[in-house]
């Protein structure tokens, strides 16, 4: 069974430099389900489209002309604007990313960085936007904040929670396609077997599904896709 088109992720840009701000539109836009709905050069800005448009995601730098992305993303919360904000920025002090980090933003990506990691962190929104609910049980909490919930669910031996959530995402940021291991391992960074063992697990703990390719000769192919 084909598996429901991705559901489009609406993007606002809040950077100053038009030239970074391009070159991250384009790479989001890679992804035909990604879709920049908007560009702010400023605090104010910032703070207009983001009532005006209600993004899914905010790409957020920290220095702006007329103030910190940081002090804009505090005001936020305080406000309850709880949309997935992504730091981009050349900013590293421990301050700001711990500051950051205090107030819930998804991912911090620091200059420069490469277009396969920004849609990780595309990636990364949408699997969260997955578990998604209005109420939350602790297990359902702990998918959200991708936390280990026991040891009963514990993580068998080789396969690391953090390797296994890029993997996921890798699946999501793929759907409606499967892929194969081989096609997981070069996106992430793993070799085919590692990317395998991830993916099997997935299989396992019902978080993917497996569909075999018949070609002409010779064993199917294993294919895996999310589970919608």
């Given at each position: 069974?084909?598996?429901a088109?991705t559901?489009?992720v609406?993007?606002?840009?809040?950077?100053?430099?038009l030239?970074?701000?391009?070159?991250?539109r384009?790479?989001?836009?890679?992804?035909?389900?990604?879709?920049?709905?908007?560009?702010?050069?400023?605090c104010?800005?910032?703070?207009?489209?983001?009532?005006?448009?209600?993004?899914d995601?905010?790409?957020?730098?920290?220095?702006?002309p007329?103030?910190?992305?940081a002090?804009?993303?505090?005001g936020?919360?305080?406000?309850g604007?709880?949309?997935?904000v992504?730091?981009?920025?050349?900013?590293g002090?421990?301050?700001?990313?711990?500051?950051?980090?205090?107030?819930?933003?998804?991912?911090?990506?620091?200059k420069?960085?490469?277009?396969?990691?920004?849609?990780?962190?595309v990636a990364?929104?949408?699997l969260?936007?997955?578990?998604?609910?209005?109420?939350?049980?602790?297990?359902?909490?702990?998918r959200?904040?991708?936390?280990q919930?026991?040891e009963?669910a514990?993580?068998?031996?080789?396969?690391?929670?953090?390797?296994?959530?890029?993997?996921?995402?890798?699946?999501?940021q793929?759907?409606?396609?499967p892929l194969?291991?081989?096609?997981?391992?070069?996106?992430?960074?793993?070799?085919?077997?590692?990317?395998?063992?991830?993916?099997?697990?997935?299989?396992?703990?019902?978080q993917?599904?497996?569909?075999?390719?018949?070609?002409?000769?010779?064993?199917p192919?294993?294919?895996?896709?999310?589970?919608?």
């Amino acid at each position: 069974m084909k598996a429901a088109k991705t559901a489009t992720v609406r993007v606002l840009l809040v950077e100053d430099d038009l030239r970074v701000a391009r070159v991250n539109r384009e790479w989001l836009e890679r992804d035909p389900d990604v879709h920049v709905v908007g560009t702010a050069v400023n605090c104010a800005q910032a703070s207009e489209l983001l009532r005006a448009l209600t993004p899914d995601l905010v790409l957020l730098d920290v220095h702006l002309p007329d103030g910190s992305g940081a002090e804009l993303l505090r005001g936020w919360r305080a406000a309850g604007q709880w949309v997935d904000v992504v730091m981009v920025t050349a900013a590293g002090d421990e301050a700001t990313v711990r500051g950051s980090l205090a107030y819930g933003v998804l991912d911090y990506l620091i200059k420069p960085f490469g277009g396969s990691r920004l849609a990780e962190a595309v990636a990364r929104h949408r699997l969260r936007a997955r578990l998604t609910q209005d109420t939350f049980n602790q297990a359902a909490l702990d998918r959200f904040r991708g936390v280990q919930a026991s040891e009963e669910a514990a993580l068998p031996k080789g396969v690391d929670v953090h390797t296994l959530e890029r993997v996921a995402a890798c699946l999501i940021q793929a759907l409606p396609e499967p892929l194969s291991a081989e096609d997981v391992g070069t996106r992430v960074g793993l070799s085919r077997v590692t990317a395998w063992r991830y993916l099997e697990f997935l299989v396992k703990s019902g978080q993917a599904e497996l569909a075999h390719l018949y070609g002409a000769a010779g064993r199917p192919a294993k294919l895996y896709r999310a589970r919608e």
